[in-house]
């Protein structure tokens, strides 16, 4: 066993423990002891680390981001969602070779570590990916992932062709029996996808018992798009479908109705809250003080990098705090704990992986993130520790990252990813 001593640990448990002197002791991949200083404990370990009063919390999970889109970093900004997408983002990703995709891929497993993120939830874009190459890179990585091909219509296949081709990609992901890297069936949008085309994704997850992931109620425009198309808001559109009966993660839920968080409480969907990219592309506030109060489960997310600019969920939690906070005039709302967990083992509840990872706690998978506070003045006082990790933490403050009690990052280097081999 090995004891990581001297440490003060945020556990995001279900009671919010914090231990000031603590001691975390791993035993293989899993959590054995998370608690005060205890001599005993620390009897039993071979190896003993002494983190000097560093902070340390559980792994980042990062709710819904687009991997693969990290080359698009900075392609076009100033620009709506739609115009966005259509005239930059899907023009230039048609472009992707295998060998583009993959560079891409692992320039963002090694931005996540870098920054405290552990576990992601992906949605690809399928054109010109090798997956087993993809799954190379992310197993090498260590992280842990749903990577999931995206669904579109278009003129050039019949919704049976795509759902057949995206069937033969995620029998592929699931032919590796990889519980560290699996998929959900991921049809883009509402907009971006026929009825035929959604309601094969549905029954394609039904039969495969996957999880969805779906871009959804983002903006005002795709609002619009659907009342006109279908003479119903997105999500009642959905609802009427089934998708409300399909444990889901529904990304960014910007346009919320109050009966629509209503329908969303009662139901398994999951809502990824992406509120810097959402800023950038004048989608909107999520409502997830709402959606929280609802008992809807929330987690965090960056969504790409092309829509961000980066992969930072420190700033992300930050944003999110600030928004909901002026978005109700109420400066209680979204509390540093609720803004920690969201981060944590909100998100991790959001995948479905909330026995495993997103809190520090015995039998867990030893996912967790050290800062090292000392000599950074921006995290001083350090007594203020909880403040500091919403309010004032940057990704590039984390120190060193463990998945599973393997060390992936290092004194902020990546150990996993072969970060001078990409540029």
């Known amino acids: 066993m090995k004891a990581y001593t001297n440490v003060n640990l945020v556990t995001c448990d279900s009671k919010f423990h914090i231990y000031h002197d603590g001691l975390l002791v791993v035993d293989g991949s899993q959590i054995a002891y998370c608690g005060n200083h205890d001599e005993a404990w620390l009897a039993k370990c071979r190896e003993v680390v002494d983190y000097e009063e560093a902070w340390i919390m559980p792994g980042l999970v990062n709710c819904h981001t687009h991997s693969a889109m990290t080359l698009l970093r900075g392609i076009r900004d100033d620009s709506n969602l739609h115009e966005w997408l259509e005239d930059y983002i899907w023009p230039a990703e048609s472009q992707f070779t295998s060998d583009v995709t993959t560079k891409a891929v692992q320039v963002a497993l090694a931005e996540m570590l870098q920054s405290g993120t552990t576990t992601f939830n992906d ?74 085309l959604l309601r094969g994704s549905l029954e394609l997850a039904r039969e ?137 083992i909100e998100g991790a509840k959001a995948l479905g992986f909330e026995d495993r990872i997103g809190s520090l706690e015995v039998g867990k998978q030893a996912d967790f993130i050290v800062i090292q506070p000392k000599g950074r003045l921006h995290l001083y006082p350090l007594e203020n520790m909880l403040s500091h990790l919403i309010y004032a933490v940057k990704g590039s403050d984390v120190q060193d990252v463990y998945i599973a009690g393997r060390q992936v990052v290092r004194d902020g280097q990546v150990l996993t990813v072969d970060v001078g081999k990409l540029f």
């Open 208 to 344: 495969l018992d996957l999880k969805l992931h779906i871009h959804v109620a983002e903006t005002q425009e795709e609002n619009k798009i659907i009342l006109e198309r279908y003479g119903k808001r997105p999500l009642a559109f959905l609802k009427g479908l089934g998708y409300l009966e399909q444990l889901a993660v529904f990304a960014h839920g910007v346009e919320l109705r109050p009966s629509e968080i209503a329908d969303l409480a009662v139901s398994p969907v999951s809502i990824a809250h992406n509120p810097i990219s959402n800023l950038k592309l004048a989608s909107g506030i999520a409502p997830v003080t709402d959606l929280l109060a609802a008992g809807v489960t929330v987690g965090l997310a960056t969504d790409s990098v092309a829509s961000n600019n980066n992969l930072d969920l420190f700033e992300e939690g930050r944003t999110a705090a600030l928004l909901q906070k002026m978005r109700t005039d109420d400066a209680t709302q979204f509390p540093i704990e609720q803004a920690l967990k969201t981060m944590t």
């Open 123 to 196: 949605m690809y874009n399928p054109q010109g990916v090798d997956i087993d190459r993809i799954y190379q890179a992310v197993r090498q990585s260590g992280m842990r992932c749903y990577f999931s091909p995206t669904l579109f219509s278009s003129a050039s296949e019949t919704a049976e062709e795509t759902l057949a081709r995206t069937r033969s990609i995620i029998e592929n992901i699931l032919s590796y029996h990889d519980e560290n890297f699996q998929t959900m069936v991921a049809p883009h949008s509402p907009y971006a996808c026929d009825e035929d």
